[in-house]
């Protein structure tokens, strides 16, 4: 299974390299700097590719999540500017046809004042076109040229509008070069200004001349330099939406549920707290994971519960032991309990403790460690710590509730949000799970569900009386970006409210 994400994801990462290196090319600063090079500039404009291969020398995960996002920003620019030039171009045709029309229905020629309004101005080489035309009152057919560019064919037809239009710099260069040495510039008067700014401003002075009047509708404005919007565009959106994953993946909110039940708790209200995911060394330490722990004891929990993940491979035994240290301090009614994620146990082993050694150091600083086993809070309320899923000998939810009293509140802890309808039949009154990091990166977030994979990706469900709630971790795994959710620990109050028992699940 992780081959396969491992290749789906090099190729993707592929793919967009390649696309990527084919677009920094159009900036202008890339032509400029290259000179004509077609070497040079496919060598510059790799350049930001290859910081992205060194980057992902270091940290993979998070250069491909950068690259792959850039290159399907980047699309979508290109894109939104591949239906810009369409309308644009069509708006062009359509106007260009009514002031033919027009033409051939109030006689030859056109009023200076008319041709001022004329939104063809922004098309300076059309608008040569049809002013030399205009002014020298020659037929369209003794013009073989203009008559090809005037006629019903589309302007992205023919290839020299093709070249004004489309904005692509580099290859109306290359045309113009090719043109030129090609064609005598003193024979193709009409292309000579078509492809080239000063000819074509020369070339109109001689129009005006001709016309022997002066007119602002006349002049020839320079050729705009055309900015590569799209490119810019794509950074520019690239760097604001990841930077927004960044802070909703460093910073932690806290999220308040408050339920309903109908059963004695035997209390007023039972505050739990639920850290998940910490992944201890991803976006913070042993000591900010104590910085954590100190902001959720304000909260005045009566139980803390971790519900998974609280390691990864890439954790230290040195922030281990200090994250265990602060959760020995934590002040809660009735302690701090654990359970095991599918990171916990580690998958390559080769960080300088064991999953054994993390439990020994949890438990020395008075923390519950729950597997397959159930421990009573109070009289009235039972936690139940499941082994992760991926432990194949794990007790079924049947088998965890079997000598358990149904009358009392029962709390499972269970890290994946895999087993909703057999929890749900077994009679738990709340499923606390973690394990998705809250879809984590918008569309992959949702995946998970629509493979079966996870039952819930995020936040509050009831399944006949049973509530569950998935957290979205406090921190992160390997990514460092959230962008379909937000870093949080879980703040849940359970209340008795017999008569509340057609509201049972409340979230604030
Ligand atoms: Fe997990």
């Known amino acids: 299974m992780w081959y396969f994400f491992i290749a789906a994801a090099g190729l993707v990462a592929l793919l967009a390299s390649i696309y990527l290196w084919t677009r920094f090319r159009k900036f202008v600063i890339v032509q400029r700097l290259s000179g004509g090079n077609k070497w040079l500039a496919a060598l510059l404009s790799a350049l930001p590719v290859i910081v992205l291969i060194i980057w992902a020398k270091y940290d993979p995960v998070n250069a491909v999540t950068a690259g792959v996002h850039l290159a399907f920003f980047w699309m979508a620019s290109d894109a939104l500017g591949w239906v810009i030039r369409q309308i644009r171009a069509a708006r062009s045709v359509g106007e260009r046809d009514h002031i033919l029309n027009a033409e051939d229905s109030s006689g030859p020629g056109k009023k200076p004042d008319d041709l001022q309004k004329d939104p063809l101005q922004e098309e300076p080489l059309q608008e040569a076109m049809l002013q030399e035309e205009m002014l020298q009152k020659k037929p369209l057919q003794k013009q073989p040229l203009q008559k090809a560019m005037l006629q019903e064919e589309p302007l992205q037809e023919e290839p020299l509008q093709k070249a004004m239009l489309q904005e692509e710099p580099l290859q109306k260069e290359l045309l113009q070069e090719e043109t030129l040495q090609k064609k005598p510039l003193q024979k193709e008067p009409l292309q000579k200004a078509m492809l080239q700014e000063e000819p074509l401003q020369k070339q109109n002075a001689g129009i005006q001349g001709r016309a022997g009047t002066h007119s602002p509708a006349l002049e020839i404005q320079p050729r705009r330099q055309h900015i590569y919007w799209q490119g810019i565009l794509a950074l520019a959106v690239t760097v604001v939406y990841l930077g927004i994953g960044v802070y909703l993946d460093y910073n932690v909110w806290e999220t308040d549920y408050t339920i309903f039940t109908e059963k004695d708790l035997g209390m007023e209200t039972l505050r739990v707290v639920q850290i998940s995911d910490s992944h201890l060394g991803t976006t913070f330490e042993g000591e900010g994971f104590a910085k954590h722990l100190a902001r959720i004891q304000e909260t005045k929990p009566d139980l803390v519960v971790l519900t998974g993940d609280y390691v990864d491979d890439d954790s230290t035994r ?40 993390m439990v020994e150091e949890l438990e020395k600083n008075g923390v519950v460690v729950l597997e397959d086993e159930t421990v009573q809070i109070t009289d009235r309320i039972n936690l139940i710590g499941r082994k992760d899923r991926s432990v194949p000998e794990r007790l079924s939810a049947a088998q965890l509730m079997e000598n358990l009293d149904p009358s009392c509140y029962n709390i499972l802890l269970d890290h994946q949000p895999h087993d909703f309808n057999n929890e749900a039949e077994a009679g738990f009154d709340l499923v606390l799970c973690g394990h998705t990091h809250g879809g984590q990166m918008f569309p992959v977030g949702i995946t998970g569900e629509l493979s079966g994979a996870n039952d819930k990706t995020y936040g509050l469900e009831q399944r006949k009386d049973t509530v569950f709630i998935v957290n979205s971790g406090i921190s992160d795994w390997a990514f460092k970006f959230k962008t379909a959710t937000r870093s949080e620990f879980g703040v849940i109050d359970i209340q008795s409210a017999p008569e509340k028992s057609d509201k049972s699940v409340k979230s604030q």
């Open 318 to 357: 040195e922030d281990m032991i200090r994250s265990s240290q602060a959760l020995g301090e934590i002040n809660a009614t009735y302690g701090v309990y654990f359970i095991f994620g599918n990171h916990d146990e580690g998958y390559f082993h080769y960080r300088d403790f064991t999953g054994r050694e």
